[in-house]
Nanobody, 117 residues
Framework: QVELVESGGGLVQPGGSLRLSCEAS???????VSWYRQAPGKEREMVAT????????IEVDSVKGRFTISRDNAKNTVYLQMNSLRPEDTAVYYC???????????WGQGTQVTVSE
């Protein structure tokens, strides 16, 4: 069981960049980790996911080419590099970890990203 803490959110102008971090209280090496976001009045949606080893990753079409998910298992941390940010990227971003063998899953508390002039 792990606790997840997101950081790196903030206010940025359109076209700017942010790097989000999701740090775990314990080992993440057995967990697939995903980043989700939820904008006001909208459902939570997944934006990127990465396998436990980092060997495969997916970013959804709306962020492909702008966002990149990565991980450093030695630091128990998963990152979301966000470039060319747009106002429609404004949301609370959440980290989600899932361990399929024992079906453990954990959510972080979220970090706010606001893209505005």
């Amino acid at each position: 069981q792990v606790e997840l803490v997101e950081s790196g959110g903030g206010l940025v102008q359109p076209g700017g960049s942010l790097r989000l971090s999701c740090e775990a209280s314990g080992s993440l090496s057995r967990y697939r980790v995903s980043w989700y976001r939820q904008a006001p009045g909208k459902e939570r949606e997944m934006v990127a996911t990465i396998s436990s080893t980092g060997s495969d990753s997916i970013e959804v079409d709306s962020v492909k080419g702008r966002f990149t998910i990565s991980r450093d298992n030695a630091k128990n941390t998963v990152y979301l590099q966000m470039n060319s940010l747009r106002p429609e990227d404004t949301a609370v971003y959440y980290c989600y970890a899932w361990e399929y063998v024992k079906n453990y899953s954990h959510w972080g508390q979220g970090t706010q990203v606001t893209v505005s002039e």
